[in-house]
C-alpha cells in the first residue's frame, strides 16, 4: 500500500478470480466458463462494430435493450446493460444498500468485496448444512438482500415461488437475484418485475452465451429501480459497454437456438459427469449450474485440487472452513469431462 492510498481502503480485501495460468496448457474448469465459441453470429457482429471503434459506443444500448426487451417480454426502461454483470452488482451495493445488505455466508465471493468497497454494512446468514438456504430467514429483514439463483458455489436452486415469498415479505427492501446461471435448468423471476417493484435480476452473457471476455451483463427490474441504477452508470462510466459486445450481444440473441443446444449439452455433461463422481466415491450437491460441487469420502478438497493441477487440469477449490473438502468443477465439453475423470482416477490412486 502506498501512503497514499484513501484510508478507508485499508481493509478492504479484493475479489481473487480464478487462476488463470500460462505455464502449460491445461483444461480449464476453475472459472464457469463455456467450453463453447460463442456464435458465428456473434463473432461476425462483433468484428463489423470493430470498424468504428473510432466512435464511442451507444450508452444506452439501444439496438440491444431492443433485442433483450423483446427476448424477455419487458420495457426498453426496465433493462439496463453493464461491463459484465459484476458491474450491476456493484451499481446495486451502490444505489440500494443505505441500511445495509444482508446475502448467505456461502456465495459468490463478490458480494462482501462490493459491501466493503461501498462502506455498506453486511451480514451473512448461514445456510443449512445441506447448503440449502431456508427462506425463513430472509423474511422482513429491513436490509437489502442478494441471493444467487443457482447459489454459487454449491448450484442449489429456491423455486421461483420461494424467491417471490423473500420478495412479498420484504416490500421496503430491493432483493437482488443474480440469475448468472439461470439458463442451466433454474427458473427465472424476470416475469416477477411487473408485480413487484422491489425486485431486481441480474442476468449475464458470460456464463451460458459464451461471452465471459466480452464482459455483458444486465438487470431488469421496474423502471424507478432501472433510473437510478443509470443514476450510477452516468455518473461512473456511461460507455460501459463497447461497441463490439453490443453487437456481439445482439448476435447472441439473435443465434438463440445455438445456446439452447449448448445449454443442453453442458446438462447432459453435467448429469454424466455427476454419475462418474459418484462411482469414484465423490458426494455433491444438486446443481443446476454449469459447475458441480464435490467432495470426496476420504481425500481432502485441497490435495485433490494440487495434484490435478500438476497434471494439468484447474478446478476451484475454497480455502475457507466448510468448503475446504471441496472442489468446484466447471462443466466443460464431454471430450474434457472424460479427460477430466481420466485424470483424477489417476490422481485418486495416488492418494488412497
Ligand atoms: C460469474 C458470476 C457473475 C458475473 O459474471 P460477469 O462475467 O461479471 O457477468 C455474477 N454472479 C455470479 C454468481 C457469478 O458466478
Avoid at 485441497?302 to 500438476?310: A, D, F, G, V
Wanted: aromatic share 12%.
Amino acid at each position: 500500500m502506498s501512503r497514499f492510498f484513501s484510508s478507508k481502503y485499508n481493509c478492504l480485501i479484493p475479489y481473487t478470480p480464478g487462476e488463470q495460468p500460462k505455464d502449460m496448457q491445461y483444461i480449464k474448469l476453475n472459472t464457469n466458463e463455456s467450453p463453447f465459441a460463442p456464435s458465428k453470429m456473434a463473432q461476425e457482429r462483433a468484428a463489423n462494430a470493430a470498424k468504428n471503434l473510432q466512435l464511442y459506443s451507444d450508452p444506452e444500448c439501444r439496438d440491444l435493450v431492443e433485442a433483450v426487451a423483446k427476448y424477455f417480454a419487458v420495457q426498453t426502461d426496465e433493462i439496463i446493460f453493464t461491463n459484465g454483470s459484476d458491474e450491476i452488482l456493484n451499481f446495486a451495493f451502490m444505489a440500494f444498500c443505505e441500511s445495509g445488505a444482508v446475502f448467505p455466508d456461502i456465495t459468490y465471493g463478490f458480494y462482501p468485496v462490493f459491501a466493503q468497497l461501498n462502506g455498506v454494512e453486511y451480514s451473512e446468514i448461514p445456510l443449512q448444512d445441506d447448503f440449502t438456504i431456508n427462506i425463513s430467514d430472509y423474511k422482513s429483514i429491513g436490509k437489502t438482500i442478494f441471493i444467487a439463483n443457482p447459489n454459487a458455489p454449491t448450484g442449489i436452486v429456491l423455486a421461483a415461488s420461494e424467491i417471490e415469498e423473500i420478495v412479498k415479505a420484504n416490500p421496503d427492501n430491493v432483493v437482488v437475484i443474480d440469475e448468472a446461471y439461470v439458463d442451466f435448468g433454474a427458473e427465472s423471476v424476470v416475469p416477477l418485475i411487473k408485480k413487484y417493484n422491489n425486485l431486481l435480476v441480474t442476468q449475464t452473457f458470460s456464463k451460458s452465451r459464451s461471452l465471459a471476455g466480452g464482459r455483458l451483463g444486465f438487470g431488469i427490474g421496474c423502471k424507478e429501480l432501472i433510473r437510478d441504477l443509470n443514476t450510477i452508470k452516468y455518473s461512473t462510466n456511461p460507455y460501459n459497454v463497447n461497441r463490439m459486445t453490443e453487437a456481439a450481444g445482439i448476435g447472441a440473441l439473435e443465434d438463440d437456438e445455438y445456446y439452447k443446444t449448448n445449454c443442453g449439452k453442458i446438462k447432459e455433461n453435467r448429469q454424466w459427469t455427476a454419475n462418474e463422481l459418484k462411482r469414484l466415491g465423490f458426494i455433491m450437491t444438486d446443481s443446476y449450474a454449469n459447475f458441480l460441487f464435490a467432495k470426496h469420502s476420504v481425500v481432502g478438497g485441497k490435495e485433490i485440487y494440487l495434484r490435478l493441477k500438476e497434471k494439468g487440469v484447474l478446478v476451484r477449490h475454497f480455502d475457507k472452513s466448510g468448503l475446504r473438502d471441496y472442489n468446484r468443477i466447471t462443466i466443460g465439453s464431454r471430450e474434457q469431462m472424460q479427460s477430466f475423470i481420466q485424470i483424477l482416477e489417476e490422481v485418486l490412486k495416488e492418494l488412497l
